[in-house]
């Protein structure tokens, strides 16, 4: 559960001042039944200068390549996705290039990305508070939390 407006931006914010100069991929995953703070929280994230958000809860594999490529010189990289829809193509192929430190991406059949060795990539999972319910493909991203009331 969101315990405030900001609290993912306020974990995403942490994770990147902790790993961000790893250049590597980090995932947040939460899951909060009050569509109200979901909404607040992922506007904190977005209106955020410092990184480039693409919502790949809203977009299809082609558009999710596209927006990807459009990201390259970014320096931070968030992407939105939904715990319960399939990775697609583009942001699997954007993980294993990062995780093998390889800077050239096959995003589609037709389009490939050159990305800069030193963009850090945040994946949010939307209705993940467990690493089960985290797609299986996200996975095998090494840094993860999630966002869970304090006790």
């Known amino acids: 559960m969101l315990t405030s407006p900001t609290a993912l931006r306020d974990e995403l914010t942490g994770m990147a001042r902790d790993v961000g100069v790893l250049h590597t991929v980090g995932m947040v995953g939460f899951k909060d039944g009050d569509p109200r703070r979901v909404a607040d929280n992922l506007a904190a994230v977005t209106s955020e200068d410092r990184w480039l958000v693409i919502d790949g809860r809203t977009v299809d594999a082609d558009e999710m390549a596209r927006q990807i490529v459009a990201a390259r010189d970014a320096s ?59 797609p299986e493909l996200l996975r095998q991203i090494p840094i993860c939390l999630f966002v869970r009331p304090k006790r």
Do not use: C, F, H, N
């Open 76 to 134: 931070e990289l968030v992407i939105l996705v939904d715990a319960s829809a399939p990775v697609g193509r583009p942001l699997a192929a954007l993980i294993k290039a990062i995780l093998d430190r390889r800077t050239v991406v096959d995003l589609t059949r037709s389009m490939q990305l050159q990305r800069a060795p030193s963009q850090s990539v945040y994946i949010i999972v939307v209705g993940a508070s467990t690493i089960e319910q985290v």
